[in-house]
């Protein structure tokens, strides 16, 4: 096992990352920018070393500084969580040519699944379905919308090297495309420094299911299930759980084993997670991309798996085998996990930075979670993504999930900032929602309504 471990990113990813590391008895080392100072992952790190300013461009985004904290530390393995450089083989490569272990799959298969053209192509070719789209980069707005005519409306527009709700448009006519085109290109460009887009059929309403698997060098390749990732909102994730009420025994053998049969064919290593479009109406399910790195929503899976996900990737790393085989896994009960988020709602989810004057955290019971990097007193920084904590409930069926993360969500207080807490209690506790009946639009379409006209 490794004897110590960097951990390349902050909040709450990192200091879950580090005690996942110490529970397995490795020492681990934490990077931080200025304005991460005084952040926990700072506190419960063996060692830390700062590696910048507060812009994420000059910190977790700056391989170099990360790379000479490594070799400066003697950390013989790299964590990237989620987010920042998680996703970037440029990064996973620098680490390889340095002798450095990138706890995620090589660069080379990220390359080949981080692009959706690439992903698109290798599905074809390991017999996993795929929407209809272009089969190649598409850079101008002509282009587009020749190819979107074909393919036949609406259609999804999405960054070639996106991620994240990054750069991404839906056009429901020829009349929308060009702007929603110059606009998703644009941000690419600013979010990824490459413009090029991916056009595809959306298969709407759908719901978003998303696969779940662990692979280590030996070849052997599982699933963990799935998670229903439907409410979301701008392509981002806001509540998830495991299983999804929306497909049956059989339909969820298929989607799992269709999973596990794409990362076999890429020769995938660690953990990574394949999302698919599930058309409710033919029980059709697509492939729609491929996350190369540890989910945010990772806990409610290992919550119904019983399989710590964190664990398992720094042990994938060091060369070792599953610690369990798919026979050995099995499904309990239920999952969900709301994200908390510090941003006003009512404001069009605002980011609302500030110092926590208060703070208190649900607790009690068996199979409650909460997955923070926040404490009294500290001061969430607005250069960063506005998550700032995670509430994980399992219980042994899906109602009882339900009400114990109704009980979290009352019981959760944070002082001295506007959270979105209030929010997810009455998400959780919509009619729609507590009966299963939601997809990707539900959200945007039938609760904000609503919810913003109270």
């Given at each position: 096992m490794f004897n110590k471990i960097l951990i390349a990113n902050r909040g709450e990813i990192a200091v879950r990352i580090i005690r996942a590391a110490r529970e397995l008895g490795v020492a681990t080392v934490a990077v931080y920018s200025e304005a991460d100072r005084d952040a926990l992952h700072v506190a419960l790190a063996d060692e830390a070393i700062c590696i910048g300013p507060a812009r994420a461009t000059e910190s977790y985004l700056n391989m170099n500084n990360i790379l000479e904290a490594a070799v400066a530390t003697g950390a013989q393995a790299i964590h990237p969580g989620f987010g920042f450089l998680s996703e970037n083989s440029k990064f996973a490569r620098l680490c390889e040519e340095m002798n450095i272990k990138f706890i995620g799959p090589s660069a080379q298969v990220m390359d080949m699944m981080g692009d959706k053209i690439n992903a698109r192509a290798e599905m074809v070719k390991a017999g996993v379905p795929v929407t209809p789209g272009s089969e190649g980069e598409v850079y101008t707005s002509e282009e587009a919308l020749t190819l979107a005519n074909k393919i036949g409306y609406p259609v999804m527009l999405k960054a070639s090297a996106g991620g994240g709700g990054k750069g991404i448009r839906k056009v429901s006519n020829a009349e929308e495309l060009v702007p929603a085109f110059e606009a998703a290109t644009a941000e690419a460009k600013a979010a990824f420094g490459n413009g090029a887009m991916f056009i595809e059929r959306m298969i709407f309403p759908a719901r978003h299911i998303e696969v779940q698997i662990l692979a280590d060098q030996h070849g052997n390749v599982i699933h963990l299930g799935e998670r229903d990732c439907s409410l979301q909102r701008n392509n981002q994730k806001v509540l998830e759980e495991s299983p999804s009420v929306a497909i049956g025994h059989t339909l969820r053998e298929c989607i799992c084993q269709a999973a596990v049969k794409a990362?076999?064919?890429?020769?995938?290593?660690?953990?990574?997670?394949?999302?698919f479009l599930l058309d409710e109406a033919s029980g059709?399910?697509?492939?729609?991309?491929?996350?190369?790195?540890?989910?945010?929503?990772?806990?409610?899976?290992?919550?119904?798996?019983?399989v710590d996900i964190v664990k398992e990737q720094i042990r994938i790393a060091d060369g070792q085998e599953l610690s369990v085989k798919q026979e050995d896994i099995e499904f309990k009960g239920h999952a969900i996990e709301c994200r908390i988020n510090a941003e006003n709602p009512k404001f069009n989810f605002a980011p609302s930075p500030g110092k926590i004057t208060n703070l208190f955290l649900p607790s009690g019971g068996v199979g409650l979670r909460v997955d923070s990097a926040m404490y009294t007193g500290y001061t969430?920084?607005?250069?960063?993504?506005?998550?700032?904590?995670?509430?994980?409930?399992?219980?042994?069926?899906?109602?009882?999930?339900?009400?114990?993360?109704?009980?979290?969500?009352?019981?959760?207080d944070v002082e001295g900032l506007t959270t979105n807490i209030d929010f997810q209690l009455e998400l959780i506790s919509d009619d729609n929602v507590i009966a299963g009946d939601y997809d990707t639009s539900f959200l945007a379409n039938t609760f904000l309504p609503e919810y913003l006209e109270k």
């Open positions: 990362a076999a064919h890429v020769n995938y290593e660690n953990a990574g997670t394949i999302e059709d399910f697509f492939f729609m991309e491929m996350n190369t790195r540890v989910q945010v929503e990772h806990p409610v899976t290992e919550f119904v798996s019983g969430i920084p607005p250069y960063y993504d506005s998550m700032i904590a995670k509430v994980i409930v399992h219980g042994e069926n899906r109602f009882e999930a339900l009400m114990k993360m109704q009980r979290a969500l009352m019981e959760f």
